[in-house]
């Protein structure tokens, strides 16, 4: 089955550093979806990409999709300690049907 | 708009036990699914419903695990009897249509302990 990679697994930073994850896949993707779950909280959805190359952006974050589809990133600039929680994707395989399949997650620590 | 709301919030049971978990998703939200979140892991879809019907169980460990949403609104995920490792938080999402277009819309949770 579809296996999506995230990395790093964990990454402690000094608040206003900037902050980056990575998810990774050996299939093409059909499209991708971004959470953030704050600890003891729930996955709240934050984005969609769906083209080749896309690149969005929210605020201090932006979203890219790597042009051969396998691919995603997400950098926050100048971290806030309301960036804390867990960064997952969820990717959708490039089979119109199937239901999206969620990352491992990247944990977020931010540092005051 | 009143989000997805999922009761009880915290449950401790013995292994063999069996417990229920109950969900009513966002109104019009016609697409409803139910999502395993070990501790340290990304959710796991258990199972999908499109308003009463079932549209993906594979996932769903169906000798202990049943789930079902009458009337396509509210659902119900139940485990009997439960064993250790169905020690998670158990999601409830809903969504307009696909996900794909509007991500999931994810309830509280309810975070079960067997012990």
């Known amino acids: 089955g579809q296996q999506v990679m995230q990395i790093p697994q964990y990454q402690h930073v000094q608040e206003g550093e900037d902050f980056t994850t990575y998810c990774n896949s050996s299939?093409?993707?059909?499209?991708i979806q971004w959470y953030k779950q704050r600890p003891g909280g729930h996955p709240v959805f934050l984005i969609q990409?769906?083209?080749?190359?896309e690149v969005k952006k929210q605020k201090r974050l932006t979203f890219q999709f790597g042009e051969a589809k396998k691919n995603s990133s997400l950098h926050i600039t100048a971290t806030q300690t309301t960036d804390v929680g867990t960064y997952f994707c969820?990717?959708?395989?490039?089979?119109?049907?199937?239901?999206?399949?969620f990352g491992p997650g990247t944990r977020l620590s931010v540092l005051p | 708009e009143a989000g997805v709301a999922q009761s009880p919030r915290y449950k401790i049971i013995e292994k063999r036990q069996s417990v229920a978990f109950w969900c009513n998703p966002i109104?019009?939200?016609?697409?409803l699914y139910w999502y395993q979140q070990i501790l340290g892991q990304g959710p796991k879809l258990l199972i999908q419903?499109?308003?009463?019907?079932?549209?993906?169980d594979s996932q769903l460990p169906k000798d202990r695990f049943s789930a079902e949403r009458l009337k396509g609104v509210d659902s119900t995920l139940k485990i009997q009897p439960a064993k250790l490792e169905d020690s998670a938080v158990y999601l409830c999402?809903?969504?307009?249509?696909?996900?794909?277009?509007?991500?999931?819309?994810f309830g509280s949770g309810t975070r079960l302990t067997v012990v």
């Open positions: 999402a809903s969504s307009l249509d696909w996900a794909e277009k509007y991500g999931y819309t």
């Open positions: 299939t093409t993707l059909s499209n």
């Open positions: 990409l769906v083209k080749s190359g």
């Open positions: 969820a990717s959708e395989p490039d089979n119109y049907g199937q239901n999206f399949v």
């Open positions: 109104s019009g939200h016609a697409t």
């Open positions: 419903f499109q308003n009463n019907g079932v549209v993906d």
